[in-house]
């Protein structure tokens, strides 16, 4: 790989993903930095990345404002703090005056505590949401048509003479109009005869075809039996929205997603959907290039999901993460007292170590994606 394949793949890939990563990662941040100014604590300093400060400046409440270089993340230091992961500074918090101890944020009462952890999640979850608004009010709701693009092989659909290009328009005197509505209505009939009508070359025509079961996990994760037919459709049209409709669909979308996302979690840790699925730093990158490749909607749509993520990641129960401090606040307040300082140092150590591996485990499959290996 020559001088010049390398520099068009960092300007071709990393500079997207730098742009990206340190808004969504400033985002979630200032959701810290917001709810802890609002509650009084003093904050020290405000990093977009992690290791020496690339430059910076001081702000009239004496917080440094810092762009440092490893852009992968971020930090909110705050009075009290010992590093980046809000670790106590034991000596420092023992030896504050009164007025120092109304500024840091251990001595926070507990709610106020689990606002400002909360608030990164939050923020990310917000951005999601507004964008996606954003998105359906100018350019509409995506909605896959019930188009047949593809037939599986040996289906129904191809033993019933369905072809390639046939529009589904009614199933048992309901009009279709998505390919979710298909979906859905055919799901609730496994080995239970429909009548179907599709449009072809102009010409309606009507007939009878049975679904046939399959066996899938439910919301709970109970097996149940659905109806399908062997039909795929990828051509997808944008249905116009007002204000208050594109508000309320994204934040349908924001519970949505979310759900999908731990269902995926949940079937790779059960060994139902394959581990390699996990994507790292670099497929990252890689998808953010092809965002920008494909215009400023891709960007929009890519930017939405990429936030709800690094959001509902951050509330996974794992000490060093969000949710690990909420967790041992949930905890601190059932017991009316804290977990002890050794348990939490063990607890940390484990999650620094998880985290660790989590990473390294999906930059190899990046890396494999990638064929380096």
Known sequence: MDFSTILSFVSNYFVAFIFIISFIVFIHEFGHFWVARRFGVKIET?????????????????TRWSFSLIPLGGYVKMFG?????????????????????????HYKPLYQRFLIVLAGPAANYILTAVILAIFFLSYGRPVTE???????????????????????????????????????????????????????AGQVTEMKITPESQKT??????????????????????KEMGLTESITYAVYQCYDLSYKTLQAVGQMITGERPADQISGIL?????????????????????AILSLNLGLIN???????????????????????????????????????????????????????????
């Open 46 to 62: 405000f990093s977009i990345g992690f290791g020496k400060e690339i430059f910076g400046w001081n702000d009239k409440h004496g």
């Open 81 to 105: 703090d010992s590093d980046a992961a809000s670790t106590p500074d034991k000596t420092k918090i023992k030896e504050m005056s009164a007025e120092e101890k109304s500024q840091a944020f």
């Open 146 to 200: 019930p188009v047949i693009s593809k037939l599986v092989k040996n289906g129904v659909a191809q033993a019933a003479g369905l072809k390639k290009g046939d529009i589904i328009t009614e199933i048992d005197g309901k009009s279709v109009s998505s390919f979710e509505d298909l979906r859905g209505i055919v799901s609730m009939h496994p080995n239970i005869e429909i009548d179907l009508k599709y449009k072809r």
């Open 217 to 238: 996990n439910d919301i709970f994760g109970n097996k149940v039996e659905v109806g399908v037919i062997g039909v795929i459709s990828d051509k997808v049209s944008y």
């Open 283 to 303: 497929r990252i990158a890689d998808y953010s290039a092809k965002s920008v490749e494909q215009g400023f909607r891709t960007v929009l749509w890519f930017i």
């Open 315 to 373: 509330l996974f129960p794992i000490p060093m993460l969000d949710g690990g401090h909420l967790f041992f606040y949930l905890i601190e307040g059932v017991r009316g007292k804290p977990i002890s300082e050794k348990v939490q140092e063990y607890m940390f150590r484990f999650g620094f170590a998880l985290l660790i591996t989590l990473m390294l485990f999906a930059t190899f499959n990046d890396l494999k994606h990638f064929n380096v290996f």
